[in-house]
């Protein structure tokens, strides 16, 4: 069956360090990624997709993922976190027309 | 830019009382969805619509659920007796095609069931 796994519940980083958030996937073939933000009371917002090409994709605010067939992973990176950024992320896929979202990583912004 | 707009925000209710969840999509999307996150959980998908009818129901979305599209810009999730375990955060979204596409989501409803 599909699923989603992010190993790490909570993170904390210092303000201005680099952040990397891990995902990993269980999919047969290559399917949709997707990672996903969702700050404080409010909805899920869209960070990046990856539907095929370029491994590497840039989103919004800075963030980057990049796709490892080999690793079945698509990491979540930005090189220099902002306080603003702490919320919790979801990293997700697509196997067919809905989506399948991971547990969800916390982060924690220390100033 | 375009946005899903949902409503309430926040609903408490009592067990056993029935609820409605209120979504608009984006006016020129035509696939809509529910999905529900448990406090602390995962975001899980509930129900999935198309052409007036459900194309695909998780596994969670039993006979006390039920969607409609009742007037062409509303997108409602009901409740028939709600149960305690139905406290969650009820993201409504949609999008404009099917298969890989790119899910615009909603603010979410909370609902507490006391």
């Known amino acids: 069956a599909q699923s989603v796994t992010q190993p790490d519940i909570h993170i904390t980083v210092s303000e201005g360090a680099s952040l990397e958030l891990r995902c990993n996937y269980s999919y047969g073939a290559t399917p949709y990624l997707f990672w996903y933000v969702q700050s404080p009371g409010q909805g899920l917002q869209l960070l990046l997709k990856y539907f095929s090409g370029d491994t590497l994709v840039q989103g919004i605010k800075g963030f980057e993922a990049e796709f490892k067939r080999s690793q079945s992973s698509f990491n979540l990176r930005k090189p220099s976190v902002h306080w603003s950024d702490a919320a919790e992320y979801f990293c997700a896929v697509a196997p067919d027309d809905k989506i399948i979202f991971g547990k969800g990583t916390r982060l924690h912004i220390l100033p | 830019e375009p946005e899903v707009t949902q409503t309430p925000s926040h609903q408490v209710t009592q067990m056993g009382q029935e609820v409605i969840l209120r979504c608009v999509p984006i006016s020129n999307h035509l696939y809509f969805y529910w999905y529900r996150q448990i406090l602390g959980q995962k975001v899980e998908f509930l129900v999935s619509?198309?052409?007036?009818?459900?194309?695909?129901k998780s596994e969670i979305f039993d006979d006390q659920f039920s969607v409609e599209r009742p007037d062409g810009s509303n997108f409602t999730l009901k409740i028939r007796s709600t149960k305690l375990e139905d406290s969650a955060m009820y993201f409504c979204?949609?999008?404009?095609?099917?298969?890989?596409?790119?899910?615009?989501f909603g603010a979410g409803s909370r609902l507490t069931v006391l």
């Open positions: 619509f198309y052409n007036n009818e459900i194309s695909e």
């Open positions: 979204a949609s999008s404009d095609s099917s298969g890989a596409n790119v899910l615009t």
